[in-house]
């Protein structure tokens, strides 16, 4: 009798144990689950967005812009033409373009039929157009045919807006800018680092949060992420690295095997835009895109 009491004891102190245990293991493998988001100070938001931008540092160190160019000039009109449409298309269309016309002198001398024929698979190519002769007149005539390094030169010109300046002024220039794209908006808001809609108001409230010498990196980052991964219909939650940080968790597939098959570009072992990336990207398992009409990962 004494011992079958002994054994029972025994048997109801390692309960506790056994359920603690079990608890540990099921903490540790399920996956985030969606919080209810409380309001945070702005040195929290501080932090968690710092902390964001580490951590797609480490998922995309090879983060950098994708459009192809060799200089200033093409940079400026290949930003110009990517309005309303892919970096990968403008990569496919603006080797014919700058074969033709490699200088501001070529472009601005022109025939618009015929830059118009070579930039229809941008859409709005009439328009795209007017802006990339006209940016090109006002560089000969105004700059005498080099790209201006500062913003309030850039902005004067036909087509560009702060967004491209900032893309020029960061990757051809060096010099640090916030370009915010459509998935810069979409994410910082799904993000709440900012509540603003308006684009110059959603660079200063996001400039803000980080020193100036970070603006670039963070832009390709955030950029990288909302078209690989945190897409704008449907993300996939279930494989983002920054989903313990992000208010938004849940919008999206979190089943990690069915968020996989969301993902889109490299991620997804799919080529990036470029058709010549740099070689970081390649050594990191990145594939360059198809020329226009060619074959994927030819």
């Not at 790209?147 to 960061?170: H, I, M, N, W, Y």
């Amino acid at each position: 009798m004494k011992k079958a009491a002994a054994e029972k004891t025994a048997v109801k102190r390692a309960a506790p144990a056994k359920s603690a245990a079990k608890k540990a293991v099921a903490k540790k493998t399920a996956p985030v689950k969606k919080a209810v988001w409380k309001p945070e100070s702005q040195t929290a938001l501080v932090r968690r967005a710092r902390r964001i931008d580490r951590e797609l540092g480490e998922v995309y160190p090879y983060a950098h812009p994708e459009l192809d160019f060799e200089n200033s000039f093409q940079l400026l009109v290949a930003t110009v033409l990517s309005a309303q449409t892919t970096d990968l298309r403008v990569n496919q269309t603006t080797p014919t373009l700058f074969a033709k016309y490699p200088t501001p002198e070529d472009l601005s001398a022109a025939n618009p039929e015929e830059v118009e024929e070579i930039l229809r698979p941008c859409g709005f190519f009439r328009a795209k157009t007017k802006s990339v002769i006209g940016l090109s007149k006002g560089l000969v005539e105004q700059f005498g045919g080099e790209v201006p390094g500062r913003l309030e030169d850039l902005v004067k010109l036909p087509g560009v807006g702060r967004k491209t300046a900032f893309v020029v002024l960061g990757n051809a220039f060096g010099r640090p800018g916030i370009t915010v794209d459509t998935h810069f908006q979409r994410l910082v808001r799904r993000w709440r680092w900012t509540e603003e809609t308006d684009p110059d108001k959603i660079e200063a409230a996001v400039g803000a949060l980080f020193p100036k010498s970070d603006w670039t990196d963070l832009s390709h980052h955030v950029i990288w992420h909302g078209r690989r991964m945190c897409h704008a219909r449907k993300p996939a939650c279930g494989v983002c690295p920054i989903a313990p940080l992000c208010p938004a968790y849940g919008e999206g597939e979190t089943d990690p095997e069915k968020a996989r098959k969301l993902l889109k570009y490299e991620k997804g072992g799919f080529p990036g835009q470029r058709l010549k990336p740099p070689q970081a990207y390649l050594d990191a398992g990145g594939r360059p895109a198809p020329p226009l009409g060619g074959v994927p990962g030819k």
